[in-house]
């Protein structure tokens, strides 16, 4: 069954998307290229072969090419350009070498991410039939150079040719990273997803994106390289869709990231660009001793900035390593939630706050407490709100509840098995204690923007027009 105002919002959604070169102008054009690109992602994640029946191929196809589409439209109209100035170029005395390096590139890039299974095992879902097969063989390369013509060839290069590399850089990378953080999908989506979506999916893709960037600076501004690369992962992830077995995500984005930052390595070492290239695009003086100790200097002060940054990264997590061990002289303990029995009071990643209590004088019916329990968790004490207290003679007996929970806590709890009073929590930073490998992955990520911080800060010598190759079309 064909659905018909699901085919009709997905032809308006392109045909609006159509009018967007003619309503804005000037440099304006860089930045709607790009939004236009990350739009038209989100309106594909939106469209379900269900929704569309067996116009999916036709619409699947649509959306692969819409990109390149807007790419012409954007370069041919908007800058009144040809397509060999923003990527669409191929260097011949370093096109072998490219299409092997990105061969290359794929194989660390996959080596590195599915290290894990070779531990844990991997699971192969079914493969697509032949005539899916067939579908992504020839499409997903579309797909990919649609997409790298807008954040490598046009967003990239319009921004280096004008701005800085470094603006260029990052804003292609976060363009990019945004074609994964779809905000009409992740509404349906828990809290924790959320997390996953935003460091497996938005963070991985900037970073991915970085790579990209870097990786199209380093071949003269030539899209062989890149789209050979996304096209390689591409076809492996949709026709081999090989993925491990009981592997948490946090995981999976500390391997990614140390794949992307190897192949960094590896495209730095690697290829080398033309000097003069270098002088305008990373902002290397054009006289080597002219100002050297005072930028070294800068370089020093920037890195002693970012490696306190880190450090102090590094102080609160090793505050908050400790957490789920007993801390009898402390006066406020730290705990993270690890379930959701108190929503919607509490919930899953809750870092809260608990006070030391020394008289049962201290708590009430309807206090939020810690109490240990071995028998009903064995992740640390439980955090549950008290719904009534007994006494055996002298002695107070509580009985505790989950906000959440349909029914008390299965056992009395007694006075000395308390371990605080609840004063006070934070959201979501308790997912760093619950999860260790999310707090190294975000020691990653500030290792990354420690190294863009401690790179020199753009210059103001005057540009070029054009990008600056050894054989430009």
Known sequence: MIDVPGIFALVAGIAALGMLPWLVRGWRWVWSAGIMAVLLAWLYDGVSPDAVGWWFPLAFGLFAAAPLGVYYLWVRYGERSEPARFGFWIPEDRAAGLLALSAAFVGIFLVLTLEPGFLLGFSLPPLPDPYDFGLYLLILPVLALGQEAIFRGYVLIRLADTVSFRAGLFASAILFGLTQFNPFVIQEISRSQLIAVIFGGFITSVALGLFLGFYCYKSSWSLLGTWSFRTGILWFTFLTPVVIANLAWEYSFIFALIAIV???????????????????????????????????????????????????????????????????????????????????????????????????????????????????????????????IHYNGSTPIYTFKGDHNPSPDPRPVQFYQIEGKFVGSVPLVGYLVLSPALAIALILVLALVSLYRSTSEPGRRPRPRLPLRENPI
Not at 294 to 309: F, G
């Open 262 to 388: 190897g192949m960094l390595i590896v495209a730095y070492a690697g290829l080398r660009e033309p000097r003069y290239q270098a002088r305008h695009y990373l902002e290397e003086p054009l006289n080597p001793r002219r100002g050297t100790l005072a930028a070294a200097a800068r370089t020093r002060q920037q890195i002693y900035v970012s490696a306190a940054l880190v450090a102090a990264v590094l102080v609160v997590l090793a505050f908050a390593a400790p957490i789920a061990a007993e801390t009898e002289r402390a006066p406020v303990r730290v705990l993270a939630i690890a379930s959701g029995s108190m929503v919607p009071t509490l919930n899953r990643g809750d870092l809260v706050f608990l006070t030391r209590v020394t008289s049962p004088d201290q708590l009430q019916v309807g206090d939020i407490a810690a109490y240990n329990a071995p028998y009903l968790s064995t992740e640390g004490p439980v955090v549950h709100r008290i719904i009534a």
